[in-house]
Each structure stands twice: as C-alpha cells, then as structure tokens.
T-cell receptor
Framework: EAGVAQSPRYKIIEKRQSVAFWCNPISGHATLYWYQQILGQGPKLLIQFQNNGVVDDSQLPKDRFSAERLKGVDSTLKIQPAKLEDSAVYLC??????????????FGPGTRLTVL | AQSVTQLDSHVSVSEGTPVLLRCNYSSSYSPSLFWYVQHPNKGLQLLLKYTSAATLVKGINGFEAEFKKSETSFHLTKPSAHMSDAAEYFCVVSDRKDSWGKLQFGAGTQVVVTP
C-alpha cells in the first residue's frame, strides 16, 4: 500500500515570496491533516479536512496561509507572503475516517521550508 | 483541554541497555495515547497506541508502554537499545470524546545510542 506522498521535499524561498505544498493521502482515507513542525518542537496541527470540508482550522494563520482539498483527495497548502518564522517542516497526514472513531494517522515525509 | 509533557528532551543510552522515555498527559476525558518515532528525513511512524483495552501496550521493534491513570503517565520502554533506535520520539494524546480525534504532540525526546 502506498503511503502519504508530499512534494516538494525541500524548498528555499525569500521572505514575502509565495510557496505551495502538495499532498496525496493514502487511497481511501477520508481525513487529511496539515501540520507545521518547527525545529525542536512537536508537530502542530494547522488544518484538518474530512473529505473536502474543513473541520478544524483554528490554528491556521489565515492572513497568509490557505489550504484546499477540492475533490476530497489530494490537498494543497499555500503560504503568501512567507515570513522568516514560517521556516519549518510541513507534514501531511491522513487517517481512514474519524467519524468512525479510528484516528491513527499516517504521515508523509514532509516538506522542509527555509525562508531567507 | 489536552496536553502532553515529555520530561526529557534528550536521552543517551548505550547499545544493549534499557531505554526509558517519560511522558505525562493531561486530558479532560478518557484519552487515547500514542508514541510516534521520527528518524532523520523520514515521516513519523506509529510505535504503539493505547485506546482503552490493556494498560500495557506492546508496539513495534520491541517497544512497550504502560498506561497509568493514577499517575497520568504513559512511559515508553525497551529492554535493550539498538543503534537503529536513535531517533526522535513523540508522545501524543487525543481525547476520545473529541470525535475528530485531534492529536496533541509533546515536544519530543531525542534518543542517542552509543556503541
């Protein structure tokens, strides 16, 4: 079974530029998550989708971050404009279906973003 | 509200000796608890999980953890460390009353294994 795919693996940009990350979850997984992991910290949830609907985006900085999962499968996370403090690893995860009470999450390898 | 405290940011062990990673949690309801491992440049991998059954949970690669409600702890142990165990480990809590299963990660414990 293929795992969660993410691209790119690495990205270096200058502050005030824009960047987008892509995630393809495990086939059949209804729930998709984006996390931000700053160096030396645990992952922090940014946004959570159930199919193509948002169920939690309380920690997403909405003035600069946006995410979509239009067809309920793959997802894109965008930052515009980027700040120095956005340097982090962005992790995508998926789980089968939280509404059935099963919340084991499977993680992708992440995208390491460096903002100069 | 839920939170996790990992009591050690770094642990150094010799190969072949026991490993103990300490985790305390706070949860308003009955929690689900997890340990994840992150090797350099690789995704997070689930080691083990506690949901409500046996309090001693066995995971992959010889790891196990014990849920102690009275102590609000979920410490991770392994009898004999291997060089491949060098990685970062995260204790994670989720309130089972939260139907969306939001995960709260600890800050992580970096494990170094010396020959």
């Amino acid at each position: 079974e293929a795992g969660v795919a993410q691209s790119p693996r690495y990205k270096i940009i200058e502050k005030r530029q824009s960047v987008a990350f892509w995630c393809n979850p495990i086939s059949g997984h209804a729930t998709l998550y984006w996390y931000q992991q700053i160096l030396g910290q645990g992952p922090k949830l940014l946004i959570q989708f159930q199919n193509n609907g948002v169920v939690d985006d309380s920690q997403l900085p909405k003035d600069r971050f946006s995410a979509e999962r239009l067809k309920g499968v793959d997802s894109t996370l965008k930052i515009q404009p980027a700040k120095l403090e956005d340097s982090a690893v962005y992790l995508c995860a998926s789980s089968l279906d939280l509404q059935r009470g099963y919340n084991e999450q499977f993680f992708g390898p992440g995208t390491r973003l460096t903002v100069l | 509200a839920q939170s996790v405290t990992q009591l050690d940011s770094h642990v150094s062990v010799s190969e072949g000796t026991p490993v103990l990673l300490r985790c305390n949690y706070s949860s308003s309801y009955s929690p689900s608890l997890f340990w994840y491992v992150q090797h350099p440049n690789k995704g997070l991998q689930l080691l083990l999980k506690y949901t409500s059954a046996a309090t001693l949970v066995k995971g992959i690669n010889g790891f196990e953890a014990e849920f102690k409600k009275s102590e609000t702890s979920f410490h991770l142990t392994k009898p004999s460390a291997h060089m491949s165990d060098a990685a970062e480990y995260f204790c994670v809590v989720s309130d089972r009353k939260d139907s969306w299963g939001k995960l709260q990660f600890g800050a992580g414990t970096q494990v170094v294994v010396t020959p």
